[in-house]
C-alpha cells in the first residue's frame, strides 16, 4: 500500500484535541486542498466558512448538541452548499437561472460538490498529521447557526470539519464487509446472505465496543441503526432547504 492509501485506511474521528490553533498556511492548505477536488461542470458550489471566534464556537458547540470539541480544536470549519455566486452571475450576465438554481438536480450537485471538497480537506489535515471530526449536528438548529455566522439566501449550511493536533487517538471503527458494500455487474438482492453479512459485523461491533469500554458496552450495528432511524430528528429540514431556495422544482 502507498502513503495515500495508508491515510486513508488509517482515518478515526478525532474528539480532543491539544490547545493549539492551526497556522494560517496550515488553514490555507487545507481549503486549497478542498478546492482542488472535482465539481460537477466546474460550478464550485460550496463555500468554506472558518470560525474563530471562541464565542461565536462556543455557541456553535451548545447548538450541535453541546459537542465541546465545535468549541476546542485547532480550527473549525463549516461547509455550505452555495448558489449565492451563481444568483450574482444570472445578474451579471442578464440570464434567468433562478428555476435551474432551485432544482433537485442542482440541489444535488450542491451537496456533492460539497462533500468531495470536504473531504479533500479532511485528507489533507490528516496528511499533515491533524485530526479530524465531521460535525452533522450543526443542522440541530439551522436558523441559528445562519443568524450567528450571517449567513445568506442561497447559502446552505452542511455539516462542521472540526480539525487540530489530536491529543488522543481513538481506535479505528471498522466498517462494513467489502462484500456488502461492493456489488458488480447489479445489485445482489438476496436477502438471506445479506442478514448473514449484517450478523457477522454486528458481532465485529459488538466486540470492538467490549474491548474498548471492559464490557460495559456490548451494542451491534443493527440496534445502534435501528434506534437512531426509529427516532424523528430534523424532520423540519424539507422546510428549510426550500426557505434557502433550494430543492423547490
Known amino acids: 500500500m502507498n502513503e495515500t492509501i495508508n ?6 474521528s478525532i474528539r480532543k484535541f491539544e490547545d493549539k490553533s492551526l ?8 481549503v486549497e486542498s478542498a478546492q482542488s477536488a472535482s465539481t460537477s461542470s466546474f460550478i464550485q458550489a460550496y463555500s468554506i466558512i472558518g470560525v474563530t471566534d471562541y464565542e461565536k464556537k462556543e455557541k456553535l458547540a451548545q447548538l450541535a448538541g453541546n459537542q465541546s470539541y465545535v468549541a476546542r480544536n485547532g480550527h473549525f470549519f463549516l461547509f455550505c452548499a452555495d448558489f449565492f ?4 452571475i444570472g445578474e451579471m450576465e442578464g440570464k434567468n437561472v433562478q428555476a435551474s438554481l432551485e432544482s433537485t438536480e442542482k440541489f444535488m450537485v450542491a451537496l456533492i460538490d460539497t462533500a468531495l ?3 479533500n480537506a479532511a485528507l489533507a489535515a490528516e496528511s499533515m498529521g491533524l485530526g479530524i471530526c465531521y460535525i452533522g449536528g450543526i443542522r440541530n438548529h439551522l436558523e441559528e447557526v445562519c443568524e450567528l455566522l450571517k449567513i445568506p439566501s442561497r447559502v446552505l ?8 493536533y489530536p491529543e488522543k487517538m481513538t481506535d479505528k ?5 467489502y462484500e456488502h458494500v461492493y456489488h458488480e455487474n447489479e445489485y445482489e438482492q438476496n436477502e438471506e446472505e445479506y442478514r448473514n453479512q449484517l450478523e457477522t459485523y454486528n458481532k465485529i461491533i459488538s466486540n470492538y465496543y467490549a474491548e474498548r469500554t471492559n464490557g460495559e458496552r456490548k451494542d451491534t450495528w443493527t440496534s445502534q441503526m435501528a434506534n437512531m432511524l426509529e427516532k424523528h430528528t430534523r424532520m423540519s429540514m424539507k422546510e428549510f432547504v426550500d426557505m434557502k431556495g433550494f430543492n423547490r422544482r
Do not use: C, D, Y
Open 85 to 88: 455566486r451563481h444568483e450574482l
Open 117 to 119: 471538497a470536504a473531504q
Open 7 to 12: 491515510l486513508q485506511r488509517n482515518h478515526r
Open 173 to 177: 471503527k471498522p466498517r462494513l464487509p
Open 157 to 164: 449550511p452542511l455539516f462542521g470539519l472540526a480539525v487540530g
Open 23 to 30: 497556522s494560517k498556511e496550515q488553514i490555507k492548505t487545507i
